[in-house]
């Protein structure tokens, strides 16, 4: 195994058993806290695919605004009441199949892929020839243009619908 | 080199490990973390072919994504607060209202 390898067959270990611990802890708190540690692994993996812009934006929307989010919610909540010794739902079994059936899924339907499209414009010399802030920022604001203003809207609805659902009385 | 396939496994375990925190726990938060989980293990793999096919629109797509995963938690916990402040509990067995 060559060193990039050895670096994925990591990121790819601690990132399973961390999913895993997400999904299994009885505190959602600890969910949350295994959950920050899984983004950073994530945004890892992103700088090693030369995502850097996303990687940033990984860290700081993902593990500083999202997850801060849930702690704020566990904090309002009181949920000492809620642990209690069951944690899986009675038909978990079901769910458990259905998971598993869809990875399986999902594994079989991409080895059988063998034509890929061509490659693109965007390899690696001329990224960091560019910059990676300057290649993502020039295709977002010439070919994606109406979808990025279209996500300003999206985040304006969910502000304004938060503050609504949330308020007592309107 | 690291060979596409291993992103795209690593992405479907994690997705599969989502979709069973989705359907098997009680708690509404974690079903929430599950989501954002399946929607992070989404985003590695387009980021993976966006690496591979040297194209940009797998990055742009992980971008709006991200956006939408944000708006998504504001609006399910703004709910879930509202749901909790008439029936304190968030076990979702017990959220049986509609249940004729």
Known sequence: MTLPQLFFAYFALSMTVLSLLVVTRKNPAHSVLWMLLLFVHIAGLYLFLNAEFLAAIQIIVYAGAILVLFLFVIMLLNLKSEESVQKFQKQWPVGLGIALILGICIVVTVSKITVMPPLGDYSVEFIQAEGSMMTIGKVLYTRFLLPFEVASLILLVAIIGAVVLAKRKI | ?100
């Open chain 2, 1 to 100: 080199m690291v060979p596409l396939s291993w992103y795209i496994v690593l992405s479907a375990v994690m997705f599969s490990i989502g979709v069973f925190g989705f359907l098997a726990r009680r708690n509404l938060l974690i079903i929430f973390i599950s989501i954002e989980l399946m929607l992070n293990s989404v985003n590695i793999s387009l980021i993976a072919f966006s690496h591979y096919l040297q194209s940009m629109r797998g990055q742009i797509l992980v971008f709006f994504v991200i956006t939408v995963a944000a708006a998504e938690a504001a609006i399910g916990l703004a709910i879930l607060i509202a749901y909790y402040k008439n029936n304190p509990t968030i076990k979702v067995d017990k959220v049986n209202l509609l249940k004729g």
